[in-house]
């Protein structure tokens, strides 16, 4: 028998960084198809977005960081896009379930002296250019090697690679397709009032489960939108935050790439129907000093409606097991206990690789969500909670938010916000 | 020396360096599935690795393994992503449970083997024949070849095997 077992260790970090840190700017650009610019330019118009939302210049920013699967740009030539001297920079390779764990890395470097405030930017033409569910060139490239273990069967894009785990969880505990759309069904009705949206249509159940089966159990509309866009996230001190244009997100607790065992091949530790927020949880939560219970706004990753259910299960937001009954109850609608991906998220709004979660998160702590509810003379928008059709996005009272940024069903990322009270 | 084949279309390769995966695939074309087992753990692994997940001990043998297992999970793909498999669909990718080392180390773990569910020949599934296979049902591996020296493990069903009288599908047809 093996000498040690996996899994087993203590993988809780200190705790001094709590509230330490904050995102002091957000800046996107349109969510498009046809962006008819280079990722370079994306990436500059975000991360300018982002620097007028923070009120700062380009000599205020001295470190960036960005993330792709080689379909972008990298820092050097934004940073040179737009006046900035970095004292440091890396473009780290990862999709979904990446921001959370580069915005650790952000407080990291900070902390260590390295830099003073951190742009963290993912731009992409993932519709135009290369496309994220997988079609087009990058479905047809040489396979060698260990991918030979899973692209010579066609198992290939996230989805494939994902329908194992959906189907075990089904057959473990009763999940129903009709419980899982309902994701779908919160998540556009959220769309519906967030005018950057792509779309913006309300779907019911019944779409969801008569759309066309892509890859069982995934119908059509129980996968994500192809979009083109550029996201930015500004990180620095929580004392520097204060000094600039906007209410701080603090930053209570992140958790990065958090794997489960073998994540050579995960498929390999089961249970297979659990994915890595099981693991992922016991850093979060202990590091935040908070729990499930305490959150007002989740923004868990949905690449899949099933992404979204598994991951709110495995974070403890219900019972092992409960994801489908807890997704289908209405909590996670606007209105509900504990909405989730109020921006209409991947499903919906745009696919940014987790950044516009985080985003609308950083924007449901400010109390400004960017809807379709008046702008008083204040220039505040003046919500009115009124989550009809067109109406208010805004989640009344929200002090706490949790991000469950999710790469696949043995990875995964996290992070708790709350809002600044100074 | 490298090893490249195509394969419905797509073109596989293994590098020279790729001493594991180079000999995984050579013992599939002679009809022989082995995994490596860590001499340290005596445990088996899938897919082939560097060392043992349970030591990190570099030193390891090929140990025949019955191709025997059961579906654990399954992917039923509808809509094809890789020009590969558009003339293909629907088809299921399955990862099977071996019989062998079920349940070991720990009770949640198995040597988790994906494959094509294939006909005895090897030819992709009809489906009639993808209606019939769900969680549960037991299966057997058969071969199909890539180019000399390289074939790859897919899997059938085990017809002389006693099945379970419905096997778990996903509930829409």
């Known amino acids: 028998m093996a000498e040690s077992r996996i899994g087993d260790i203590d993988a809780s970090s200190q705790k001094f960084l709590r509230g330490k840190y904050a995102i002091c700017g957000i800046g996107e650009t349109s969510y498009r198809r046809g962006s008819d610019e280079t990722t370079r330019a994306l990436g500059t118009w975000a991360i300018r977005n982002a620097m007028a939302d923070a009120g700062l210049n380009a000599g205020d920013i001295d470190g960036m960081l960005s993330y792709s699967g080689n379909d972008s740009t990298f820092s050097p030539f934004i940073a040179g896009d737009l006046g900035i ?52 060139a990058r479905s047809a490239v040489p ?43 919160a998540h556009s009705k959220h769309a519906s009032n967030n005018p950057k949206a ?59 790439r958090v794997c489960k065992p073998r994540a050579d091949m995960h498929y390999q530790h089961g249970p297979i129907s659990t994915v890595a927020g099981h693991y992922a949880k016991d850093i979060l939560w202990p590091n935040a000093g908070v729990g499930p219970d305490h959150i007002d706004v989740t923004g868990s990753y949905d690449a899949f409606t099933f992404t979204s259910m598994l991951q709110l299960e495995d974070y403890g937001f219900c019972k092992k097991g409960e994801g ?18 109020t921006s209409g998220g991947h499903l919906c709004e745009g696919y940014t690789h987790g950044m516009s979660m985080v985003i609308e998160n950083v924007r449901q702590l400010r109390g400004e969500a960017d809807d379709s509810c008046p702008i008083g003379r204040d220039g505040k928008r003046q919500h009115t909670y009124d989550h009809a059709e067109g109406g208010c996005r805004q989640v009344q009272g929200a002090e706490l938010s949790a991000n469950l940024g999710w790469a696949m069903p043995g990875t995964g990322s996290a992070m708790v916000m709350a809002k600044d009270h100074k | 020396m490298s090893v490249q084949g195509e394969y419905m279309g797509m073109m596989l390769t293994l590098d020279d360096l790729d001493h594991e995966n180079i000999d995984f695939f050579r013992y599939c074309f002679e009809g022989d599935f082995r995994l490596q087992r860590g001499a340290k753990s005596g445990l088996l692994r899938y897919p082939p690795t560097t060392a043992c997940p349970w030591t990190g001990e570099r030193e390891s043998q090929w140990v025949a393994v019955e191709g025997k297992g059961t ?32 349940g070991a180390p720990s009770e949640h773990e198995a040597l988790r083997v994906a494959g094509n569910l294939v006909t005895a020949d090897g030819e992709f599934a009809p489906p009639e024949m993808i209606m019939r296979v769900g969680i549960g049902t037991r299966l057997r591996m058969v071969f199909v070849t890539v180019a000399d020296g390289f074939a790859l493990p897919q899997w059938t069903i085990d017809e002389a095997a006693e099945q379970p009288e419905s096997p778990w599908r996903y509930p829409q047809e």
């Open chain 1, 324 to 341: 489908g009954g807890y997704v289908s109850s209405g909590i996670i609608d606007l209105g509900g206990g504990r909405p989730n991906n």
């Open chain 1, 85 to 136: 001297r970095l004292n440091f920079y890396f473009d780290v390779h990862g999709g979904g379930s990446s921001i959370e764990g580069l915005i650790g890395i952000a407080m990291g470097v900070i902390e260590a002296g390295m830099c003073k405030t951190v742009a963290i930017f993912r731009a992409m033409n993932g519709y135009s250019q290369v496309r994220i569910g997988g079609t087009g």
């Open chain 1, 198 to 256: 792509y779309y913006k249509q309300r779907y019911t159940v019944e779409d969801v489960v008569n759309s066309r089966i892509i890859c069982k159990p995934l119908h059509l509309l129980d996968c994500c939108v192809e979009t083109d866009n550029a996201t930015c996230i500004i990180v620095t001190s929580l004392d520097r935050a204060r000094d600039g244009a906007q209410r701080a997100a603090v930053i209570q607790s992140v958790a990065g």
């Open chain 2, 71 to 102: 579906v654990h999970s399954y992917a039923e793909v509808h809509h094809p992503i890789q020009p590969a498999f558009r003339d293909k669909v629907p088809y299921m990718v399955i990862l099977a449970d071996l019989d062998t080392q079920k």
């Open chain 1, 143 to 185: 396979i060698s090697g260990d991918q030979i273990h899973h692209r010579a069967y066609g198992w290939q894009s996230a989805g494939q690679m994902f329908a194992p785990t959906f189907l075990r969880h089904m057959y473990d505990y009763g999940t129903t397709p009709e419980q899982v759309a309902h994701v779908k069904v």
